[in-house]
């Protein structure tokens, strides 16, 4: 494809802005080599989380060395919780993202649920941690639910943190009680190429290089590029921004080569609990190719937003909301 090494070399917000993906393969190529809708910024100071009842940064210097897992890992994350209730709602963020993204969202649930925002090493602030991938990362938060005892939680996700819910309830059946996905799929590449395969060691040296050392000012055109093409919401641009740019460089470029070898198409067949897939609007369009990517997600609700971008909990609000509430109640 005419723009896949271009692609490839962008320095993504976040990995799901998936209507430039489909674009690129069947509309008139631009000569903008850094795709508007594909990359994402960085942000001026991003504030503490807000009117949380305390914070547990729990960096966890976990060994895991227990049989579900199967080997000893090192993981690091950052957690808050707030809210009180029985029932719980885990949340994470999308690529380079901040819990804070999810403000709104917890603010509304955490009066009757025990809410736990997410912020993955490296992202928005956190302190990087080596060795980290999308399937350790999937882990440590199955570890994290195991041994706090959090009994069949919500688990919400906002692009790669939507496919990470999906990883979790096909991985860890047992384990999660519902997911609702915001603007992700299955597999990046498959809307580019349907009969993507994943690569053993994908080599993202070159790209990984340039990502790292792209000066400050450099990668901030780069995200303030496409952010027009992910949010509608001009409010919040500037945080999302930030994010990615309080994001360490290293852990962004390869959590993005790892997270863009991702194919859990056949995976999510071993999902049972129910699943909410909210999708942004556009993908109205391409109805065929978003489809077949849940095809054996036999729980799947697919609902397609009203207005807005990739941000579909700033751009489309009320919708995205009353979508929340009919799921998060339903039996």
Same mark, same amino acid.
């Given at each position: 494809m005419i723009f896949m090494m271009a692609v490839m070399n962008l320095v993504l917000i976040e990995i799901f802005p998936l209507n430039h993906f489909y674009q690129t393969k069947y509309s008139t190529p631009s000569c903008n080599i850094f795709p508007p809708s594909v990359s994402k910024g960085k942000s001026l100071k991003t504030t503490a989380m807000r009117k949380f009842k305390f914070v547990i940064p729990v960096i966890m210097f976990l060994l895991i060395n227990v049989n579900v897992f199967g080997q000893s890992k090192t993981i690091y994350f950052e957690v808050i919780k707030s809210g009180k209730g029985d029932k719980s709602i885990i949340f994470i963020p999308g690529f380079a993202s901040s819990g804070e993204v999810w403000d709104d969202t917890r603010t509304k649930y955490e009066k009757d649920h025990t809410c736990y925002t997410l912020t993955m090493a490296g992202f928005a602030g956190v302190a990087p941690q080596p060795n980290s991938t999308f399937s350790v990362w999937v882990k440590s938060i199955a570890y994290y639910i195991k041994e706090n005892n959090i009994e069949k939680p919500v688990v919400i996700g906002h692009s790669m943190g939507g496919v990470m819910a999906m990883a979790l309830a096909s991985d860890y059946p047992d384990l999660i009680g519902k997911i609702i996905v915001v603007d992700g799929l299955p597999c990046l590449q498959a809307l580019m190429n349907p009969d993507f395969?994943?690569?053993?060691?994908?080599?993202?040296?070159?790209?990984?290089?340039q990502i790292v050392a792209a000066s400050d000012s450099d990668f901030y055109k780069m995200q303030t590029m496409s952010i027009k093409q992910l949010?509608?919401?001009?409010?919040?641009?500037?945080?999302?921004?930030?994010?990615?740019?309080?994001?360490?460089?290293?852990?962004?470029?390869?959590?993005?080569?790892?997270?863009?070898?991702?194919?859990?198409?056949?995976?999510?067949?071993?999902?049972?609990?129910?699943?909410?897939?909210?999708? &942004?609007?556009? $993908? /109205? %369009?391409? =109805?065929? *190719?978003? &489809?077949?990517? $849940? /095809? %054996?997600? =036999?729980? *799947?609700s697919l609902q397609y937003s009203n207005k807005g971008l990739h941000f579909i909990m700033y751009d489309d609000k009320e919708w995205y909301f009353s979508q929340l509430d009919n799921f998060i109640t339903s039996k």
């Open positions: 395969k994943p690569v053993a060691k994908p080599d993202c040296s070159a790209m990984s290089a949010m509608a919401d001009t409010t919040n641009r500037e945080q999302v921004i930030g994010w990615s740019m309080k994001s360490d460089r290293k852990t962004f470029a390869e959590m993005y080569c790892d997270f863009y070898n991702i194919d859990l198409r056949d995976k999510v067949k071993n999902i049972e609990c129910p699943s909410l897939i909210l999708l &942004e609007e556009y $993908f /109205k %369009n391409i =109805k065929p *190719a978003i &489809e077949d990517q $849940f /095809k %054996n997600l =036999k729980t *799947a």
